[in-house]
C-alpha cells in the first residue's frame, strides 16, 4: 500500500534558520527546526499532554512543544553531548548563579596561569590521537578550563559551563569547522591556526548566558518538567500523548555522523567509548540479512544487486527502525499522535522510501496513517549533494525533500 502524499509549502520556512525562533546553545548536526514543531503541534491543536521524543538530539521538539503550552517531556539519546545540550537548555538555573560562577571561573583561571608551574599539576586527559588535533597550547589551556568547571559541585550548574566548553574544544582543535565528521585542516593552515582558548571559551559562556536567559528561561515554569535520558528509548513505565521527532536519516557512518561530530567533545568530558558512538545508534550493528518485510524489500533488494555489503547496511538500520517504532506504539495512549519529520535517502541511486515505512510500521502497531506532507528541505544542516563514486565532480542529490508522517492510535 502506497500512503498519499500531500506538498504542503507552509512546512518549508523558507529563509528561516534554527536561530529564527530558537536559537541553539551549541552546534549539532541534521536539528529539526522548531518552527516545524510548533505550526504541527498548533495544526493538530494539541495543547497539552505527555510529549515523548524518543531521538531528541539537541532538543527541537522541547523547544516546540514548550511554545504550544506543553510542559511535560521525555526525550531519550545515545549521545552524551545531545543529552548534554538538551538538558542545559531546559534545566532552570539562576541567572545570578550562573554569573558569580562565570566571575569565580574567571577569577581562578587567570590566577591559576599566572604561574607557569602550575601546568605541571595538571595530568592530561586520555585522548585518542590528542597531539594530532591539538596544539600543545591548547591542550594545555582546555584542560585547565576542564579542571575548574569540575571543581563547579552544583552538577545541573556544571553541566551550564560544559556546553560552551564543548563548543571551544571543537573550534580550537585542528578539525575543518565546516564539516561534520572528523577532518583534520591542511597543514599550511594549521601553521596559521593559534587560538586563543581562554578568549573563545568566554566569549562562548556569554553567548550561551545570553540565549538562555532571554530564549529558553522565560519558558521554565514551575509547571515545566523535561526529563533527558542517556539510553536508546525502550519503553518506560509513561504513557504519552504526543511522540514529536526527527529520526536519523540512515546509519550514522553513511549519513549523518553525530558520533564523530561529538567524539572530541564526549572524550574531553570522560566518555570512554566516544569512538564508538557511531556504532550503538541505529543501524550500527551489522545484519546478516536483507530485510524482506513489506514495502521496502524490494528497494533493498536492488541495491544488493549494486552492492551486496551495503545492502545489508541499510537493511540493519530499517531493523532498528522497525524495533523502535513498535517501543514507541506500544508507550502511547489511545488517540495519541506519533508526529515524525523524516528525510528519503539515497543510496545507490535509489531513493529509499522512508516515509512509507514508517507510515506502514505504525499501522502494524495499531495506529493509522492521518497525513503525510512533504516540505523543501531548505535550511537543515547536511550536505545535500555527496560522491557515493567518491569520483571527483560526480554527485548526487542525497536529498532535496523531507516527510512529515502523523499518525494516531
Same mark, same amino acid.
Given at each position: ?24 546553545? $551549541? ?43 506543553? $510542559?511535560?517531556?521525555?526525550? !531519550? ?12 537548555? @531546559? ?7 550562573? &554569573? ?5 571561573? %574567571? ?12 601546568? $605541571? ?38 553541566? @551550564? @559551563? ?15 569547522? +565546516? ?30 548566558? %545570553? ?18 535520558? $542517556?539510553?536508546? !528509548? ?26 564523530? !561530530? ?37 528497494? &533493498?533488494?536492488? &541495491? ?12 540493519? @538500520? ?47 502497531? +495499531? ?7 512533504? %516540505? ?13 563514486? +567518491? ?19
Amino acid at each position: 500500500m502506497k500512503y498519499p502524499i500531500t506538498r504542503n509549502e507552509k512546512y518549508d520556512f523558507l529563509g528561516q534558520s534554527y536561530a529564527s525562533v530558537y536559537p541553539n546553545l $551549541h552546534k549539532y548536526p541534521a536539528t529539526m527546526l522548531p518552527q516545524i514543531g510548533i505550526e504541527l503541534l498548533k495544526e493538530f491543536n494539541i495543547q497539552e499532554g505527555v510529549l515523548l521524543d524518543p531521538y531528541c538530539g539537541s532538543g527541537s521538539s522541547f523547544a516546540s512543544a514548550l511554545e504550544c503550552g506543553i $510542559h511535560q517531556m521525555f526525550g !531519550f539519546d545515545i549521545n552524551p553531548l545531545a543529552v548534554l545540550i538538551s538538558s542545559v537548555k @531546559f534545566t532552570k538555573l539562576s541567572i545570578n548563579q550562573i &554569573i558569580t560562577a562565570k566571575l569565580r571561573l %574567571r577569577e581562578a583561571v587567570f590566577e591559576f596561569v599566572k604561574d607557569e608551574n602550575n601546568l $605541571h599539576q595538571l595530568p592530561l586527559p586520555t585522548l585518542t590521537n590528542a597531539e594530532f588535533w591539538f596544539s600543545n597550547v591548547v591542550l594545555n589551556n582546555l584542560n585547565i578550563l576542564k579542571h575548574f568547571i569540575y571543581q563547579i559541585e552544583y552538577k545541573e550548574l556544571r553541566n @551550564f @559551563f560544559l556546553v560552551p566548553f564543548s563548543e571551544t574544544v571543537r573550534e580550537c582543535s585542528y578539525t575543518r569547522n +565546516n564539516e561534520f565528521k572528523l577532518f583534520k585542516m591542511k597543514a599550511e593552515d594549521i601553521l596559521q591556526f593559534n587560538p586563543d582558548v581562554f578568549g573563545v571559551f568566554f566569549k562562548k559562556l556569554n553567548d550561551v548566558i %545570553r540565549t538562555y536567559e532571554n530564549v529558553y528561561l522565560p519558558k521554565l515554569n514551575e509547571n515545566t518538567s523535561i526529563t533527558v535520558n $542517556h539510553a536508546a !528509548f525502550k519503553g518506560t513505565n509513561e504513557t504519552f500523548d504526543v511522540v514529536l521527532t526527527s529520526p536519523p536519516y540512515g546509519d550514522s557512518r553513511t549519513t549523518v555522523a553525530y558520533g564523530q !561530530f561529538s567524539t572530541l567533545s564526549n572524550e574531553w568530558t570522560g566518555i570512554t567509548y566516544a569512538r564508538k558512538i557511531d556504532s550503538l545508534l541505529m543501524g550500527g550493528t551489522k545484519t546478516k540479512q536483507l530485510y524482506q518485510k513489506g514495502l521496502l524489500a524490494d528497494y &533493498i533488494l536492488n &541495491i544488493a544487486k549494486e552492492d551486496p555489503k551495503r545492502a545489508l547496511e541499510v537493511a540493519a @538500520f530499517y531493523e532498528d527502525l522497525e524495533k523502535s517504532i513498535s517501543e514507541v506504539a506500544q508507550s502511547m495512549r489511545k488517540g495519541g499522535k506519533a508526529i515524525y519529520v523524516v528525510g528519503n535517502r539515497t543510496v545507490k541511486g535509489i531513493q529509499l522510501p522512508t516515509d512509507q515505512f514508517i507510515a506502514e510500521k505504525f499501522e502494524e502497531n +495499531n495506529l493509522h496513517h492521518v497525513v503525510t506532507y512533504e %516540505r523543501a528541505l531548505t535550511n537543515k544542516s547536511m550536505p545535500s549533494k555527496n560522491s557515493p563514486t +567518491n569520483k571527483t565532480g560526480k554527485t548526487v542529490n542525497t536529498m532535496l525533500f523531507e516527510y512529515i508522517v502523523v499518525c494516531e492510535k
